[in-house]
Structures are given as C-alpha cells and as structure tokens.
C-alpha cells in the first residue's frame, strides 16, 4: 500500500518533470529559430572605424575584434635591404616603422598568418623564412594563437606545398600551427557590397580568427596581370570556391571576398619578385625588398609598380591602373588604389 | 501483339544491339590513358596480373584500375583517371620516382627517363573554356609542369601544344569550367617495349 503510493508520487512528480520539460523544449525550439531568422548565430561583418583606415573584419557572436587606430602610420612602407641585409631584417624594420607588432595585433587575439604556399617551387611562393620571421615577431604581441594557414593553388596539394618549400617547418619552429585551409570546414558569410558574389564559403579557421597578416608573394599573374595581398586571400578558400570564382569574375569575386576577409597587415615579400610571367615560370628578379601596410589596396598599388619598374616598363603607374582586381577593390572601399593619395616611406638599409 | 510474342522480339532486339554494338566495343577496348612507363598496350595487358598496388601507392590518385566497360582485355589493369587525380611524376607528390613502377611486380608499368615519359596530351575544347569564352581564368597555365605545354594568344586565351604536353593531366584535373574544357587522351603517348 505505503509503497504503491509513493511509486503515484514518484509518478506524478516523472509527469509534471515532462510536461516541463517539454514546455522548456518548445521554449528552446522557438528561441533558437527565432535568433535564427534574426542572423543572430551566424557570423557577422561589422565595420569598425579605426583612425583614419575603415577596417571590415568577420566576427562571431563570441569573438570581438579590437584593431589599433593607425595612428601616423604612413600608407605604405618600402623597407629595401643593401647586400648582405636579411629578409628577417626587412620584416623587422617594416613592423617597427608601422608603429610596432605590439601596438597592431591586439592581445589575446586569434591571428592567421596567410603566405603564398600556392605552388610546389620555391621561387613561386613566399619566402618561408619571412613567413617564420612575422611569427616570431608576432610572438611578441601574445596573441591566443597563431596559425600559419594556407589553401594551394587548386589542384595542387597544399600539403605537400607546405613541406617542400619549407613552410611548415620553418613556421612551426617558429611557433605557430599550420593549417591546410583547404581541407577545413567551410563557413558562409554573405558578401553585402559585393559586385559579383552575394556570399562566399571561407576557412572556418579564417572565420574564427580577429587578426589576418597577409604575407604575399609578389608576383605576374596570367589571368590577373599581378598576384600580391588580394589575390593572396583566395587561398582561405576551398577549391570549389577557387573554380566558382574563375566562372563568375574573377578580379571582382578578389575584390568582393576582401570586403568581407580584409587583411589587416599586409607584408609582401618582394625579396626576389617574378617577372614577365607568372604565377609560376618567371623570370626571378633581385629586388631585396619588403613591402608593408594596413591597406592591402594601397600596398598592391605600390607593389605592383616596383614590380613593373623592375621589369622596365615605361609607364608603371599606367600598367597599375589597368589591374582590374586592384581598382574593383578600391570601388569597393577596401582601400586606396590612387598613388597620389598613398603616402608612402621608402627606406634603404645597409 | 501477343505477350510472349513481344518479348521474344524484345530479347532478340537485345541480342543484336549486345552483338553488333556493346561487345565488340567491350572486345575492342578504349583507348586508355596508362601511368608513366607502361609497356606497349598488348604487353601491358599480357604481363599485368591486376594485383592494384600501383593504384594502391599512386599519392594523388590517379591511378584507377579500369572496368568491363574499357574492354574486356583491359580489365583490372591501371589507366590514369585526370578527374580523380593528376600524375605528378614530373613535379609534385610524386617526387620524380614513378612509385607505380617501383611497386610493379611484373615490370608492367617500369622506371623511364624525362624525355620519353609522355601519357597522352591534353585536349581542348574551346567552347567551354572560361577564357576562351571571354572570361579570365587560366588555371591551366598556372598549374601545368611542362614550360611551353600551354601557350597563351593575347596573354588570355590558352593553346595547348600536344608535342610538349606530357599528359599529366594536371590542368585536367583544376579546370575549373562546369563541364570541364579539358580531357586527357593517350594521343602521342609513348610506351615502352618489353624487353
């Protein structure tokens, strides 16, 4: 008797605890497609004024991105090394004219470190040692992560890219992880300025992180005339992503994708620059150069030019406003592609 | 038309289409693409015990072995699939070692020097091709081995030299046209004699 009444209490009590529980799940149900069809749990673009640069990162609900106000940074800097000067020594000099590593990247931030690992030749991918210098550099700024990452030219193995041109070691030496963009999950942002795409699938990593240095290589390229820091960002994507982009437009997808991923620090590596052809079989040309800004529209401009003075053309500025991706992104607000708006510092060490 | 007398007309019908179009085309084979330094087909069918670690070791994939639907005699053995993987014999995974003709129990597919590794050739059609149609694309360019394979007319549009070309099938694989502008055929392949 005593014990059939407890097991009704027992019951009830198993009763009520459902209906409750049922109750919370519909709750739950209905709050989470509600923020749903608000786009409160997808990631976001937010444009955040710093200074005198507008930056446009991508950020979570979770991740807030705090980015310096460039205060007196010229536009860009030209760090040019006399023989014997190191590429480490460039990158350095170039971090300390833009204001300091520690004064970029904000503390405890998530920061990917994107190099030119396209091509399986050395000559057609950024300078690893440059790449391990940022890291080390970076270090300094005690960021959360670093991560070194990168999605090969398609149809190339960005694997195998990263150990035969000596990235992976070389930046894993340096304390940072390497990443395989390509073979990450894959996130959609929307693209709201875009001219061609309305959203693109990116790198979950490059979603998750708050601070991208973009490490090009500066290099021709066949089907956009250069390759330097916008061109650099396809590799945050997939390769169907890659191949959509080649369908479409391709200089207004690069623009598009960097009004939505926009570098924050771009350092081109211009140690030795491909000329007359690329982005592989070129002519390697000496130029001992690093590149660096927060603009990655100004600093291809700049780059550009030196690339086709190194080439010997006679109106370089010209050949830089015929690059379509370069001029669709200063359209875009991304940056400034006019070089008589572009202060730039151009500074020779011996 | 009665029902028995339908079907047997169905099942003959059958018959001549298998006898006049499918078998001789299963008896007659295709025209395959082999990995680098396969025999000269006839060998190559003959000597090939189908044991798959050529396919097995391939790093990209390339490899495949082929089906009924390739021919009869060819069954089992390997042919280069460009939609699966690219050959990076010369340049890439790869690493210049053939690891087909290294496993190779039989000496089907063997070890060949630079100058005589050709698979096939690349084939264009142009009606498909991103840049040919005025687009900008040029994948193939950037991802082709083989200085002088692909040359460009007005920087833009790409030509493909079939003597140069080794058949890697590499601008194949990233073309990035739906459907693809590129197909890998064994036209000016070399093989070797057994010997």
Redesign the interface.
């Given at each position: 008797m005593e014990r059939s009444e407890t097991e009704e209490k027992v019951a009830s009590r198993i009763s009520v605890s459902r209906r409750t529980f049922l109750k919370l799940l519909a709750a739950g149900a209905v709050g989470f497609l509600g923020a749903k069809s608000l786009d409160l749990l997808s990631p976001r673009v937010t444009e955040i004024q710093t200074g005198t640069t507008t930056a446009t990162v991508t950020k979570t609900a979770t991740v807030t991105a705090t980015i310096p106000p460039a205060s007196k940074a010229p536009g860009v800097i030209l760090v040019r090394g006399g023989p014997g000067v190191s590429s480490q020594a460039l990158v350095e000099k170039a971090l300390e004219l833009l204001g300091g590593i520690e004064k970029l990247a904000p503390p405890g931030a998530g920061v990917l470190v994107k190099p030119n690992v396209g091509f399986y030749d050395k000559d057609a991918v950024t300078d690893p040692q440059i790449t391990a210098a940022i890291v080390r550099a970076l270090r300094r700024a005690k960021p959360a992560r670093i991560v070194v990452g990168e999605s090969s030219v398609r149809g190339n193995d960005t694997e195998h890219a990263l150990r035969v041109t000596g990235t992976r070691s070389l930046a894993e030496e340096a304390g940072a992880e390497v990443k395989d963009l390509g073979k990450d999950p894959t996130v959609t942002v929307g693209v709201p300025k875009g001219g061609a795409i309305s959203s693109v699938n990116v790198s979950k990593t490059v979603r998750d992180i708050s601070y991208i240095v973009n490490v090009p290589k500066l290099k021709r390229h066949s089907a956009t005339v250069t390759t330097i820091s916008l061109k650099n960002m396809m590799g945050t994507l997939p390769d169907s992503e890659k191949g959509r982009f080649h369908q479409v437009n391709l200089s207004q997808c690069i623009a598009d994708l960097n009004s939505v991923i926009r570098p924050n620090l771009v350092i081109i590596d211009a140690t030795k620059a491909m000329t007359k052809r690329g982005p592989t079989g070129g002519t390697m040309v000496d130029l001992n150069l690093v590149i660096a800004s927060l603009d990655p529209v100004a600093a291809d401009a700049v780059a550009a030019e030196e690339l086709f003075k190194a080439e010997g053309a006679s109106d370089p500025r010209g050949a830089v406003s015929r690059i379509e991706h370069i001029q669709r992104a200063a359209e875009l607000g991304i940056g400034v592609a006019e070089r008589s708006k572009i202060e730039v510092l151009d500074v020779t060490l011996s | 038309m009665k029902r028995r007398e339908f079907l047997k007309l169905f099942g003959v019908g059958a018959a001549v289409i298998s006898l006049f179009y499918v078998l001789p085309r299963i008896i007659r084979g295709k025209e395959l693409v082999r990995p680098p330094g396969a025999l000269v087909e006839d060998a190559l069918n003959a000597v090939c015990i189908r044991c798959a670690r050529c396919a097995q070791v391939c790093p990209?994939g390339a490899i495949v072995l082929a089906s009924l639907s390739d021919g009869f005699r060819e069954v089992g053995t390997p042919k280069i699939d460009a939609l699966r993987g690219?050959c990076?014999r010369v340049?890439?995974?790869c690493e210049q070692q053939a690891k087909c003709a290294q496993i190779c129990p039989t000496g089907a597919i063997r070890q060949v020097d630079r100058p005589n590794l050709k698979m096939g050739s690349a084939v264009l059609n142009a009606d498909r091709c991103?840049?040919w149609r005025g687009?900008?694309?040029?994948?193939c360019?950037?991802?082709c081995p083989v200085?002088g394979a692909i040359s460009?007319i007005d920087?833009a549009r790409p030509i493909f030299n079939a003597d140069v070309c080794v058949g890697c099938g590499?601008?194949v694989?990233?073309c990035?046209?739906?459907p693809k502008a590129l197909t890998l055929a064994s036209e000016g392949e070399r093989r070797l004699w057994p010997t």
């Open positions: - | 990209t690219p990076e340049q890439g995974r991103i840049a687009g900008s694309c040029l994948v360019y950037e991802v200085q460009l920087e590499r601008c694989f990233a990035p046209a739906q």
